[in-house]
């Protein structure tokens, strides 16, 4: 098979402003290149067998040279591997992509160019400044700060005569150089700069002056690369514009305890809202395979009149063994099924089932009291759920009728990384930690240890409900914040 290159912009930082075609190229590659700039996020897209390079440069003390990044792009391609260049922002908006598509064509290697969302536009726009407004900048200009040869100068006479906004990129060590330089050139010492730092991404920060002050204020801020510089009467427009720094979650970081393979959702919420995710994956789920006992219940399942589904993952594990075994969804055709919780029941609409019963609230306690009102002594209820479940609800339901409770999965110990998140709690680096069941909460305390729990102790804890709530109060830690549906997202607003 013949190689192929694709040169992508992977977006200013935010890992959803790419294109659909650039997403496209990180889901068929074989080999990912990417830069520093590449919000790693991305990368969770790529294929299982997928061969990440890191090739990423901090200013001068480069990791790879460009000679030797393009070398591995073409090595790749040769080998007739699918090779997908990421890079931040546009590919040719200083960012060598030229260079390095001359040298596949020098090369006769088959490439394609994606462009991308460049910072020097989106970085802005997320910082509350539009590049041209009618009434303060009709035209604008994106300009390197730094130099390939040093000593060449830019025409700072020619810059300092623009009326349109100035946008430098690479240019926070030469920031004074810059300032003074359109200074002396003539542009108004009161024009508004404004330096945007790690732009669109959680860690976004801006400060705002004038080309006069603005390096101090950057050496008082401690402002360092990647930044973006910009010089023009836009800037003034950030007190009106800046949705993105006003988002309720902006700047603060969430612990998301569930399983990796359920934390998508509160993952991807947390970030619309602007906050910064961290995955400490303290459970995970194992189903229970094989599993003879819920084969026998399928295959003799008219002999019940309900079944009660308590979460998604019971729901997933006993439909896939219902098709395995070559049932369909009618197999359930005279059964009343009952689901516990909103995502449970979407679960089953997923698989062409629509609950009768969806309990108003989703402790064990209150769905005994629905049910009571419901259920006969000739019912047979089956409930697929996890080995480590309640006892609760199978011990007075079957006080009422027949129950036959089938064990499908188990809940584990997690991959989390514990040093990361003891970094992270000494550093004060964390605002929440959100606990969406009992298990997450007991597996917590015993990844981290419980000698570290008073390292939680500026850290508000968020509970999913009373039943999370009492465990984490069993361990002496506080409840911050209780959500009132007992979902994720009630999470979300106890968040927000
Ligand atoms: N091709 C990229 C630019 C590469 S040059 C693009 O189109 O955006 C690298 C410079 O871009 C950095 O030194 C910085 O000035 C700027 N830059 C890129 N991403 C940035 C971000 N998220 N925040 C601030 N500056 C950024």
């Known amino acids: 098979m013949k190689g192929k290159v694709y040169l992508v912009g992977a977006g200013p930082g935010d890992y959803k402003l790419i294109t659909l075609k650039g997403m496209d ?22 294929r299982k067998d997928c061969e990440f390079i890191y090739v990423g440069k901090k200013s001068s003390n480069h990791t790879k040279t460009q000679d030797e990044i393009n070398d591995i792009i073409a090595h790749k391609a040769k080998e007739g591997k699918i090779v ?3 890079k931040g922002g546009d590919p040719y908006v200083f960012g060598r992509g030229g260079e390095e598509g001359e040298y596949l064509r020098e090369r006769e290697i088959d490439f394609e160019v994606v462009p991308g969302i460049t910072s020097a536009i989106g970085g802005l726009c997320y910082a509350g400044i539009p590049i041209t ?26 810059l300092a005569k623009l009326n349109g906004t100035l946008v430098f990129l690479m240019g926070i060590a030469n920031l004074n150089k810059i300032a003074t330089s359109l200074i002396e050139n003539g542009k108004d010492k009161t024009t508004p700069t404004a330096l945007i730092n790690w732009a669109t991404t959680q860690n976004q920060k801006v400060v705002e002056g004038t080309l006069e002050n603005i390096h101090e204020i950057a050496l008082k801020e401690k402002i360092e690369s990647p930044t973006l510089i910009v010089v023009g009467e836009v800037v003034k427009l950030r007190k009106h514009l800046n949705f993105f720094e006003s988002k309720p ?39 229970i395979k094989p599993n003879e006992a819920l084969d026998r219940e399928i295959e ?41 919780g909103p995502a449970t029941s979407k679960a089953l609409r997923e698989r062409g089932i629509a609950a009768d019963i969806i309990p108003k609230r989703f402790v064990g306690e209150a769905v005994v009291e629905e049910l009571q009102e419901i259920l006969s002594k000739e019912d047979r209820i089956l409930i697929p759920r996890a080995s480590e479940a309640r006892p609760y609800l199978v011990k007075k339901l079957s006080e009422i009728c027949g129950v036959v409770e089938c064990k499908t999965y188990r809940t584990v110990k997690g991959e989390g990384n514990k040093e990361e998140i003891l970094e992270l709690l000494n550093e004060d680096k964390i605002n929440y930690v959100t606990f969406t069941s009992s298990s997450t909460v007991k597996n917590f305390v015993e990844i981290i240890g419980k000698e570290n729990l008073d390292k939680l102790k500026n850290t508000k804890i968020i509970s999913i409900g009373p039943i999370t709530s009492n465990t984490i109060k069993d361990f002496g830690l506080n409840v911050y914040k209780e959500a009132e549906e007992y979902t994720i997202d009630g999470i979300i607003k106890a968040l927000i």
């Open 25 to 46: 190229c990180i889901k068929i590659a074989d080999v990912i290149v990417y830069d520093r700039l590449v919000n790693r996020t991305l990368l969770k897209n790529a």
């Open 84 to 86: 997908t260049r990421l």
């Open 133 to 158: 407004h009618r009434d303060y900048a009709s035209s604008f200009h994106v300009i390197t700060g730094h130099l390939k040869d040093e000593d060449k100068e830019l025409d700072w006479e020619s």
């Open 249 to 287: 979650l902006f700047g603060k970081s969430v612990v998301v305890t569930r399983s990796r393979a359920q934390s998508s959702k509160l993952v991807d919420k947390i970030m619309n809202l602007g906050g910064n995710p961290i995955e400490f994956p303290t459970i995970k789920i194992e189903e």
């Open 300 to 340: 003799r399942l008219s002999q019940y009149s309900y079944i009660i589904f308590t979460s998604e993952n019971g729901v997933k594990i006993f439909f896939d063994r219902l098709f395995e075994l070559n049932y369909d969804s009618r197999k359930l055709g005279n059964i009343k099924i009952i689901a516990i």
